[in-house]
């Protein structure tokens, strides 16, 4: 199976919507995944298998300078196969090589084990935990990354 990474366009919408609402419990409205693409159509990519959408990642920079990735998802029938980690260091050389950024950070579920060891692996740490994160009441990890 080859993968291909690119910038997502208006007319992944759609698809990048229905791996949401795959992906989270709550997910993000289809106007705010618009409002990111807009935003930072560079930080907005998706993979695709065989011609087919199956995962995506999005970011932006924020006032103090560091890169938030916003959001990662991977199809569940495509996990465990290396995508989540080729989205996140792709995200991050686009930050690093167009925005001249090298700190960034995510939140995540506290009892979402599988992409805190992926997060983990890739260099992030723990920073603090935020109360109350998600619409479920569930904490969320703001987790860090200095590559500095």
């Known amino acids: 199976m080859s993968i291909n990474i690119r910038q997502a366009n208006l007319e992944d919408i759609d698809k990048v ?12 409205p289809k106007k705010l995944l618009f409002l990111l693409l807009s935003l930072y159509p560079e930080l907005f990519l ?5 011609h087919r959408i199956v995962g ?3 970011g932006l ?3 103090d300078g560091y890169g938030h990735i916003v959001s990662i998802c991977v199809h ?4 465990g196969k290396g995508l989540g980690t080729l989205m996140m260091r792709s995200i991050e050389i686009i930050l690093k090589e167009n925005f001249g950024i090298c700190r960034y950070l995510l939140e995540v579920r506290v009892s979402n ?5 992926l ?13 109350k994160y998600y619409l479920d009441g ?5 987790m860090i990354k200095d590559s500095c």
Do not use: M
């Not at 919507?17 to 993000?28: G, I, M, Q, S």
């Not at 084990?113 to 060891?117: G, M, P, Q, T, V």
């Open 17 to 28: 919507y229905e791996l949401e609402t795959l992906c989270f419990k709550d997910p993000y």
């Open 46 to 50: 998706v993979a695709e298998a065989d």
């Open 56 to 58: 995506y990642v999005s």
């Open 61 to 63: 920079i924020r006032r």
């Open 76 to 79: 569940p029938e495509h996990r």
């Open 113 to 117: 084990n599988a992409a805190i060891k």
């Open 119 to 131: 997060y983990h692996k890739l260099g992030y740490s723990i920073d603090k935990t935020i109360p």
């Open 138 to 142: 569930e904490d969320a990890y703001l």
